[in-house]
């Protein structure tokens, strides 16, 4: 079982931030949610390191991208909400967070973005 690198992390941040339109924060955390690396572009507002670590720790924590949970949420709002709080409101059920996954598919970290609509900042941290 591999490890999320620091190296990795600021690959993936690069690679997102190269692929963005208007300035967008980046963050990227562990397999266990905690952030390995963080990149806020000049001109993004002071709200998109929360939201985009919101997005990356409800992806990690619940095994499925944020676009996942923000669907789950339409269909069973109560259940997210409970997640929600319980999480002490680190969850954030929006599009924006990916999963990262070693070559033989486990887990070890994700990507959350903020800063564009939630589909293109998922797009964004695809392309990390």
Do not use: Y
């Given at each position: 079982?591999?490890?999320?690198?620091?190296?990795?992390?600021?690959?993936?941040?690069?690679?997102?931030?190269?692929?963005?339109?208007?300035?967008?924060?980046?963050?990227?955390?562990?397999?266990?949610?905690?952030?390995?690396?963080?990149?806020?572009?000049?001109?993004?507002?002071?709200?998109?390191?929360?939201?985009?670590?919101?997005?990356?720790?409800?992806?990690?924590?619940?095994?499925?991208?944020?676009?996942?949970?923000?669907?789950?949420?339409?269909?069973?709002?109560?259940?997210?909400?409970?997640?929600?709080?319980?999480?002490?409101?680190?969850?954030?059920?929006?599009?924006?967070?990916?999963?990262?996954?070693?070559?033989?598919?486990?887990?070890?970290?994700?990507?959350?973005?903020?800063?564009?609509?939630?589909?293109?900042?998922?797009?964004?941290?695809?392309?990390g």
């Open positions: 079982m591999s490890k999320l690198t620091l190296a990795q992390a600021n690959t993936i941040i690069n690679a997102a931030r190269a692929s963005s339109g208007p300035p967008i924060a980046v963050v990227v955390v562990d397999d266990s949610g905690h952030v390995k690396a963080s990149q806020r572009e000049d001109g993004a507002s002071m709200f998109r390191i929360d939201v985009s670590l919101g997005k990356a720790w409800g992806a990690v924590a619940m095994d499925t991208p944020s676009r996942k949970l923000a669907e789950k949420a339409k269909n069973n709002p109560s259940f997210i909400q409970a997640l929600t709080v319980t999480s002490g409101g680190r969850m954030l059920p929006n599009p924006g967070g990916v999963l990262i996954k070693d070559p033989d598919g486990t887990i070890i970290g994700a990507t959350g973005i903020s800063g564009d609509t939630g589909l293109n900042d998922e797009k964004f941290a695809c392309a």
